[in-house]
């Protein structure tokens, strides 16, 4: 990766349009300070006109072109989307829906990855490419496929579930140990041979949709067997890569919060990660940060990139709204802010044709750079240029963790029972808003990360509970630290089976409870919880999950107000240590409103002294990076009207070289931005 700067530009698919529009592209780009290009993402029944030939002359001028004009090139390998040809030549290439429709040829991410004529063709297209283009001045990075699982995250046809068997066998080596793991006592689902074995889907254990599942552990094993069957589709293409390229890093654009693919077993094999942005609304920017930070988690904690986000619309939603004058530069400084050492967009130049061709672009049909859109991609350019490497390679100074689980959301999700209104994400978020409001910096890690580095360590709805995590979180008490969980925590085992104890199964001793039942209502029933710490006390208004507790050793800190179980604890907190000295572990059962979520999330990381600096002010965000000891604090206005701030530190905005004073008031108006390079601390500016 290139270290001068955070890299600027993003896809371009110059083979749509005449040779003498890219002239015109390669001036705008020059105009905007775009430096890098992604080219060659979909393009394969170009590059390989049938299955004996390759022809690369277009796409030797298009890179050309690139090296001439001294871009950076993200080359793509162009596997995303089959070419009609060999859907036609190797009918079952094509992937088999969830229903269980074998398609024919049309779309993209349109392969079944078990196929091995896909397996064989993808992997030779990319190491053809590799070969040729290996060394190409300028080439930084390798773009493998394209979103995998984007189309409904996966296949489901014979070949997977030959390859499903195989990955079985190796996961519980016999049919008993199998049929242990999947309950299959439980309707009569015992299996005596591998071969009885069939796909989860709506021709088999699914009813209404993928959520709805008799077998979660069936379910599980799939999804688990889908992500490793696409992650072998890229291994197939990076090994081919380094056959020819040892060094330029590999990786594949992720979709952030996407439950489909498990993107943390992927990590190993990703040089670093990337993700596209596509919020869907205009004021998700703790969900946006929250999915930066998934992302970031993902490399514990190295610098990713966002691959691609829209200059202006999105064309996929029914409804596509521009973004208004400054939130394209708020959003990709929020992203800088979270560990992006790149802003690339899709796309560089609007699509004559098909479904994308209203989809935004730094350049429009007309190619026009006398636009507000365009002119706010040329000052964004300009401002990161003007940056130059000042913040490449930085990394946040969490304090904080939170486990995000596929497993826990996947399993929380597909399972009958309690209230299918209670979703995953949305559980995680509401705790991730309140540490993001509060200006916490967060690590949003795998349950497997290392816990020993955080003060505190936040486990929303950690449904399913594996290996030694519960071990590791009591040993953050121990050592002083905060731990918080949330109900459905603790419920299942690896397999998805529940744990044969009280809830929440082997973390009961940690939070000195246990459940005894789980209540749930329909959204909008509110049971009014009185959180109360002697002076300070909130009522809010919780919904939908309602487990009733019985404290062993735990604080009551919240109770209900209503229901049979009124004035019982609805939040505790246990001191395992002892009263004084040790940490503490909270639980919170039920979905409290964001007023009792943040009562909570404030109580915890007070104790600790990680409550920031603008914690009080809605919706202006604390973001720091940090390296070579200056720590360099993003402060971003999100509200929709002006705020004033009292400056936490002195140093320098780097945005506008101005002198920032610790102390002094800072205006802030509504997507405005501050990057400080803070003083040294003791040191006056
Ligand atoms: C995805 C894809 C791109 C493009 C954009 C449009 O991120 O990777 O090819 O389709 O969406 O939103
Ligand atoms: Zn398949």
């Given at each position: 990766m290139t270290d001068s700067k955070i890299l600027y530009g993003g896809d371009y698919n110059p083979e749509q349009w005449p040779r003498a529009v890219w002239e015109d592209d390669y001036a705008a780009f020059d105009k905007a300070s775009i430096d890098t290009v992604t080219l060659n993402v979909f393009a394969w029944a170009t590059l390989q006109p049938d299955e004996d030939t390759y022809d690369f002359a277009r796409l030797d001028e298009i890179v050309a072109r690139a090296v001439e004009g001294g871009r950076g090139i993200v080359l793509a390998t162009s596997t995303g989307a089959l070419p009609p040809w060999?859907?036609?030549?190797?009918?079952?290439?094509?992937?088999?829906?969830?229903?269980?429709?074998?398609?024919?040829?049309?779309?993209?991410?349109?392969?079944?990855?078990?196929?091995?004529?896909?397996?064989?063709?993808?992997?030779?297209?990319?190491?053809?490419?590799?070969?040729?283009?290996?060394?190409?001045?300028?080439?930084?990075?390798?773009?493998v496929g394209n979103e995998y699982g984007g189309f409904d995250g996966g296949c489901w046809c014979d070949l997977c579930a030959a390859g499903f068997r195989d990955w079985l066998r190796a996961r519980y080596g016999t049919v008993e140990r199998l049929n242990e793991a999947w309950n299959a006592t439980f309707w009569s689902h015992t299996f005596s041979d591998w071969a009885q074995i069939v796909p989860p889907n709506m021709l088999s254990e699914h009813w209404r949709g993928p959520d709805h599942t008799a077998f979660q552990g069936i379910t599980l094993d799939y999804r688990r067997f889908m992500s490793d069957a696409m992650l072998?589709?890229?291994?197939?293409?990076?090994?081919?890569?380094?056959?020819?390229?040892?060094?330029?890093?590999?990786?594949?654009?992720?979709?952030?919060?996407?439950?489909?693919?498990?993107?943390?077993?992927?990590?190993?094999?990703?040089?670093?990660?990337?993700?596209?942005?596509?919020?869907?609304?205009?004021?998700?920017?703790?969900?946006?940060?929250?999915?930066?930070?998934?992302?970031?988690?993902?490399?514990?904690?190295?610098?990713?990139?966002?691959?691609?986000?829209?200059?202006?619309?999105?064309?996929?939603?029914?409804?596509?709204?521009?973004?208004?004058?400054?939130?394209?530069?708020?959003?990709?400084?929020?992203?800088?802010?979270?560990?992006?050492?790149?802003?690339?967009?899709?796309?560089?130049?609007?699509?004559?044709?098909?479904?994308?061709?209203?989809?935004?672009?730094?350049?429009?049909?007309?190619?026009?750079?006398?636009?507000?859109?365009?002119?706010?991609?040329?000052?964004?350019?300009?401002?990161?240029?003007?940056?130059?490497?000042?913040?490449?390679?930085?990394?946040?100074?969490?304090?904080?963790?939170?486990?995000?689980?596929?497993?826990?959301?996947?399993?929380?999700?597909?399972?009958?029972?309690?209230?299918?209104?209670?979703?995953?994400?949305?559980?995680?978020?509401?705790?991730?808003?309140?540490?993001?409001?509060?200006?916490?910096?967060?690590?949003?890690?795998?349950?497997?990360?290392?816990?020993?580095?955080?003060?505190?360590?936040?486990?929303?709805?950690?449904?399913?509970?594996?290996?030694?995590?519960?071990?590791r979180l009591a040993a953050v008490t121990e050592r002083g630290g905060s731990v918080l969980a949330s109900f459905w925590s603790g419920r299942a085992d690896e397999d998805a089976n529940a744990y044969l104890m009280d809830a929440p199964g082997p973390l009961a001793p940690l939070f000195g409870i246990r459940v005894e039942e789980t209540d749930s209502a329909e959204p909008g029933v509110a049971n009014p919880v009185t959180l109360t710490d002697g002076a300070d006390e909130v009522v809010s208004a919780a919904q939908l999950v309602f487990e009733v507790l019985v404290p062993e050793g735990a604080d009551v800190v919240g109770t209900y107000g209503t229901e049979f179980y009124a004035g019982t604890p609805a939040v505790t907190r246990h001191r395992p240590g002892g009263a004084d000295?040790?940490?503490?572990?909270?639980?919170?059962?039920?979905?409290?409103?964001?007023?009792?979520?943040?009562?909570?999330?404030?109580?915890?990381?007070?104790?600790?002294?990680?409550?920031?600096?603008?914690?009080?002010?809605?919706?202006?965000?604390?973001?720091?990076?940090?390296?070579?000891?200056?720590?360099?604090?993003?402060?971003?206005?999100?509200?929709?009207?002006?705020?004033?701030?009292?400056?936490?530190?002195?140093?320098?905005?780097?945005?506008?070289?101005r002198t920032v004073r610790q102390g002094e008031t800072l205006r802030l108006d509504p997507t405005d931005v501050v990057l400080l390079r803070e003083d040294p601390p003791g040191e006056p500016a």
């Open positions: 060999l859907a036609h030549r190797h009918p079952g290439v094509e992937r088999t829906d969830f229903q269980g429709r074998r398609h024919v040829f049309g779309q993209r991410h349109n392969a079944c990855p078990s196929s091995p004529v896909y397996r064989r063709l993808s992997a030779e297209l990319a190491g053809r490419i590799a070969e040729r283009y290996a060394g190409t001045p300028g080439l930084i990075a390798w773009h072998a589709n890229y291994r197939d293409e990076k090994a081919r890569i380094r056959e020819h390229d040892a060094t330029t890093p590999v990786t594949t654009n992720f979709m952030g919060m996407f439950r489909p693919i498990d993107y943390h077993r992927w990590a190993d094999d990703l040089d670093f990660a990337s993700w596209d942005n596509y919020p869907p609304g205009p004021r998700e920017h703790a969900r946006m940060a929250l999915a930066h930070d998934v992302m970031r988690g993902i490399k514990d904690g190295a610098p990713f990139w966002v691959m691609e986000q829209t200059p202006t619309i999105t064309a996929s939603r029914d409804v596509n709204p521009v973004k208004r004058p400054g939130v394209l530069r708020l959003w990709s400084w929020q992203a800088v802010a979270h560990g992006a050492d790149a802003v690339l967009y899709f796309q560089m130049r609007q699509s004559k044709g098909a479904s994308e061709k209203y989809h935004g672009a730094v350049l429009d049909h007309a190619g026009r750079t006398d636009t507000r859109s365009f002119r706010e991609v040329a000052a964004l350019g300009g401002e990161l240029a003007g940056l130059g490497d000042a913040v490449v390679g930085a990394r946040t100074p969490a304090r904080v963790a939170l486990l995000f689980d596929w497993d826990s959301w996947w399993v929380a999700e597909m399972t009958d029972g309690f209230n299918r209104h209670a979703r995953y994400v949305d559980t995680v978020l509401a705790y991730y808003r309140a540490l993001w409001q509060a200006g916490a910096q967060v690590d949003v890690v795998p349950t497997t990360a290392d816990l020993t580095r955080y003060d505190v360590v936040l486990a929303p709805m950690l449904h399913v509970l594996k290996g030694d995590v519960a071990a000295d040790g940490g503490e572990a909270w639980y919170v059962a039920t979905g409290l409103d964001d007023a009792g979520v943040e009562w909570v999330v404030r109580r915890v990381l007070d104790r600790h002294g990680l409550v920031g600096p603008y914690a009080d002010v809605p919706d202006v965000e604390l973001a720091v990076r940090a390296k070579d000891g200056v720590r360099f604090a993003f402060v971003l206005s999100h509200a929709t009207g002006p705020v004033e701030v009292t400056a936490h530190a002195s140093g320098v905005d780097l945005l506008t070289g």
